[in-house]
């Protein structure tokens, strides 16, 4: 039997995570190392999802060069890979989270996608994706896969009736809403880009919100940092307040951890104040911890008791 979720990572990297008190522009920075991860969105919502309980297929490219740490890891977790391979090696990002919990990140450019490659990437993708029941498309695009293309193909997705979860950025999140993804989770900054203007309280951002929706999404979950989430669907509006963590390790993975999280709710039909308050306790986790999983899932139970839903309306 066919796993129920898949992720599809079109960019996929290995994280170089490191920690520093400041980053000092122009100077020689001495970085704690905090480890070099297989990694890209999608596999992190994987790692996660898998942890849970949850069967997970992996697809999207992985450069053939340097492929050893991902065919490990998915032995290691039992994911089933889909990955298609190119020429060439999969890039590096350097993830530098500072005391004050602020990242920088330094994502490196890494394969380059030919035409024959993505054409044959849309026809095994578009055959194995009906399978499941849910299937997230998350991180940026590789060089190669124009806006227009992923866009082309989030379509074929969704006219395939396959419920599309999308968490990308910039162009690649622009292209992808007008495909009408079943549930998409850009943060403030993004809603603010996508709608055109400065978003400045509560209000103005579920306004903003609201108008995303009508595009036809199902879902729309809005990331605000400090200030928690938002969930608008078609039963009702929700505000998701975690609890303040104490010791933050790197925040690398907390928005993957939340839609993995998210994706466990759904395909376990939890009620929407449930399913909210389990994502945002799997995010909040996530940033105690300098890799993306939940070891113990029993360290979620505290976390979870003090996220604070708020019903804003339904």
Same mark, same amino acid.
């Given at each position: 039997?066919?796993?129920?979720?898949?992720?599809?990572?079109?960019?996929?990297?290995?994280?170089?995570?490191?920690?520093?008190?400041?980053?000092?522009?122009?100077?020689?920075?001495?970085?704690?190392?905090?480890?070099?991860?297989?990694?890209?969105?999608?596999?992190?919502?994987?790692?996660?999802?898998?942890?849970?309980?949850?069967?997970?297929?992996?697809?999207?490219?992985?450069?053939?060069?340097?492929?050893?740490?991902?065919?490990?890891?998915?032995?290691?977790?039992?994911?089933?890979?889909?990955?298609?391979?190119?020429?060439?090696?999969?890039?590096?990002?350097?993830?530098?989270?500072?005391?004050?919990?602020?990242?920088?990140?330094?994502?490196?450019?890494?394969?380059?996608?030919?035409?024959?490659?993505?054409?044959?990437?849309?026809?095994?993708?578009?055959?194995?994706?009906?399978?499941?029941?849910?299937?997230?498309?998350?991180?940026?695009? !590789?060089?190669?896969?124009?806006?227009?293309?992923?866009?082309?193909?989030?379509?074929?997705?969704?006219?395939?009736?396959?419920?599309?979860?999308?968490?990308?950025?910039?162009?690649?999140?622009?292209?992808?809403?007008?495909?009408?993804?079943?549930?998409?989770?850009?943060?403030?900054?993004?809603?603010?880009?996508?709608?055109?203007?400065?978003?400045?309280?509560?209000?103005?951002?579920?306004?903003?919100?609201?108008?995303?929706?009508?595009?036809?999404?199902?879902?729309?979950?809005?990331?605000?940092?400090?200030?928690?989430?938002?969930?608008?669907?078609?039963?009702?509006?929700?505000?998701?307040?975690?609890?303040?963590?104490?010791?933050?390790?790197?925040?690398?993975?907390?928005?993957?951890?939340?839609?993995?999280?998210?994706?466990?709710?759904?395909?376990?039909?939890? !009620?929407?104040?449930?399913?909210?308050?389990?994502?945002?306790?799997?995010?909040?986790?996530?940033?105690?911890?300098?890799?993306?999983?939940?070891?113990?899932?029993?360290?979620?139970?505290?976390?979870?008791?003090?996220?604070?839903?708020?019903?804003?309306?339904?």
């Amino acid at each position: 039997m066919m796993a129920n979720v898949a992720t599809i990572t079109l960019n996929a990297a290995y994280d170089l995570v490191g920690r520093l008190k400041r980053i000092e522009l122009g100077e020689v920075n001495t970085v704690e190392t905090l480890g070099l991860f297989p990694a890209g969105k999608g596999i992190n919502v994987a790692k996660v999802l898998k942890d849970l309980g949850i069967d997970v297929t992996v697809g999207g490219f992985l450069g053939e060069d340097n492929q050893g740490d991902f065919v490990a890891l998915f032995d290691k977790l039992g994911l089933q890979d889909k990955f298609q391979r190119v020429p060439g090696k999969t890039r590096i990002n350097v993830k530098i989270t500072e005391t004050d919990a602020d990242v920088t990140d330094l994502n490196f450019l890494g394969y380059e996608i030919s035409e024959s490659a993505w054409q044959q990437f849309v026809a095994d993708s578009l055959a194995y994706c009906k399978f499941f029941d849910i299937v997230a498309v998350c991180g940026s695009l !590789p060089r190669g896969v124009t806006p227009d293309l992923f866009a082309d193909w989030l379509k074929q997705l969704h006219q395939a009736g396959v419920k599309v979860v999308l968490d990308s950025s910039h162009a690649a999140l622009t292209a992808g809403l007008s495909a009408r993804p079943w549930l998409v989770k850009p943060n403030h900054r993004e809603l603010e880009a996508w709608v055109g203007y400065t978003l400045n309280s509560l209000e103005e951002i579920v306004s903003a919100a609201k108008k995303l929706k009508a595009q036809g999404i199902a879902h729309v979950i809005i990331s605000m940092g400090a200030n928690g989430s938002l969930w608008l669907s078609d039963e009702a509006i929700m505000q998701a307040q975690p609890p303040r963590c104490e010791h933050v390790v790197s925040t690398v993975g907390a928005g993957d951890s939340m839609v993995a999280g998210l994706i466990y709710g759904l395909i376990n039909d939890l !009620p929407q104040k449930d399913t909210l308050a389990f994502a945002s306790a799997v995010s909040a986790f996530a940033v105690s911890q300098s890799n993306v999983g939940i070891s113990d899932r029993t360290l979620l139970e505290p976390i979870l008791n003090n996220v604070n839903i708020t019903v804003i309306e339904g």
